[in-house]
């Protein structure tokens, strides 16, 4: 029985696994107008591109 419920399992898991090798392309995001949202929004853009690979553009916002 427990074989039965495992296999299920394992494979729905590496059915869904495929999509974190998935790129990431492009993004557009908010600059705002004030300075910690503006830090932030920096931050996310590093870890982004440095992290992920990612293309990001800063719009105002």
């Given at each position: 029985?427990?074989?039965?419920?495992?296999?299920?399992?394992?494979?729905?898991?590496?059915a869904l696994s495929g999509q974190a090798?998935?790129?990431?392309?492009?993004?557009?995001?908010?600059?705002?107008?004030?300075?910690?949202?503006?830090?932030?929004?920096?931050?996310?853009?590093?870890?982004?591109?440095?992290?992920?690979?990612?293309?990001?553009?800063?719009?105002?916002?």
């Amino acid at each position: 029985m427990k074989k039965l419920l495992i296999t299920p399992i394992f494979v729905s898991l590496m059915a869904l696994s495929g999509q974190a090798w998935a790129a990431c392309g492009s993004i557009s995001m908010a600059d705002m107008n004030w300075p910690s949202a503006t830090l932030m929004a920096n931050v996310d853009k590093i870890i982004l591109e440095e992290g992920y690979g990612c293309v990001i553009e800063m719009v105002a916002g």
